[in-house]
């Protein structure tokens, strides 16, 4: 809808005709569809006549008009031809629609993607450090395939990287109340989180 309004800006003296009671109108206006480019997820991992090995994976880009379902409040999009997106826009907005994988064989080692890097973590004594720059570290784990073959692989893999603005934290240990001659005892840091 297209609104307009208008105000007052003197009332109608003695004699003077007043002003009309209707201060704004709308009416119905077309609304142009938005066009974007999409990018798929990406498919499974194919290896080109074999089970297992170097292989690819793909992902779409098509063109796509978006919507809104205002009542509902729900986006919907439909498939359009390319002609719709413009050639310009799918060049600054391709990207790699094909990379390089890997399908691991039978009784090979195969790790999982990396972590997320840690929090930024110093070196501490009794809550203080004396270093300015602090380690991070992501580790990968090993997805065993065959049972056989589990001691060919390392149990887990580390990588650490130097970054800023570590804390240093405080740990005591926390017990919970007796339960039946039994109770919980934990490590916490400083900052809430329980460490063991």
Same mark, same amino acid.
């Given at each position: 809808? $297209?609104?307009? @309004?208008?105000?007052? =800006? /003197? #009332?109608?003296?003695?004699?003077?005709? +007043?002003?009309?009671?209707? !201060?704004?109108?709308?009416?119905?206006?077309?609304?142009?569809?938005?066009?974007?480019?999409?990018?798929?997820?990406?498919?499974?991992?194919?290896?080109?006549?074999?089970?297992?090995?170097?292989?690819?994976?793909?992902?779409?880009?098509?063109?796509?008009?978006?919507?809104?379902?205002?009542?509902?409040?729900?986006?919907?999009?439909?498939?359009?031809?390319?002609?719709?997106?413009?050639?310009?826009? $799918?060049?600054? @907005?391709?990207?790699? =629609? /094909? #990379?390089?994988?890997?399908?691991?064989? +039978?009784?090979?080692?195969? !790790?999982?993607?990396?972590?997320?890097?840690?929090?930024?973590?110093?070196?501490?004594?009794?809550?203080?450090?004396?270093?300015?720059?602090?380690?991070?570290?992501?580790?990968?784990?090993?997805?065993?395939?065959?049972?056989?073959?589990?001691?060919?692989?390392?149990?887990?893999?580390?990588?650490?990287?130097?970054?800023?603005?570590?804390?240093?934290?405080?740990?005591?240990?926390?017990?919970?109340?007796?339960?039946?001659?039994?109770?919980?005892?934990?490590?916490?840091?400083?900052?809430?989180?329980?460490?063991?």
């Amino acid at each position: 809808m $297209r609104t307009r @309004s208008r105000s007052v =800006l /003197q #009332q109608a003296h003695e004699e003077g005709r +007043p002003c009309a009671s209707q !201060l704004s109108q709308t009416k119905p206006c077309p609304i142009s569809p938005c066009y974007s480019w999409h990018l798929s997820d990406w498919s499974p991992c194919r290896v080109q006549g074999a089970d297992c090995g170097e292989g690819t994976r793909e992902r779409n880009l098509t063109c796509v008009m978006h919507w809104s379902d205002w009542e509902g409040s729900q986006n919907s999009s439909m498939v359009l031809e390319e002609q719709k997106c413009g050639d310009r826009v $799918r060049k600054e @907005s391709q990207q790699e =629609l /094909q #990379q390089p994988c890997f399908v691991p064989c +039978p009784g090979d080692c195969h !790790l999982t993607e990396w972590s997320m890097w840690s929090t930024c973590q110093l070196t501490c004594l009794e809550g203080r450090s004396f270093e300015t720059e602090g380690r991070q570290a992501r580790s990968q784990a090993v997805v065993i395939q065959v049972l056989e073959n589990q001691d060919s692989c390392p149990h887990q893999i580390f990588e650490t990287r130097p970054c800023k603005g570590g804390k240093c934290h405080n740990y005591e240990w926390r017990t919970s109340s007796w339960n039946d001659n039994e109770r919980s005892v934990w490590c916490q840091r400083s900052d809430g989180v329980n460490v063991t």
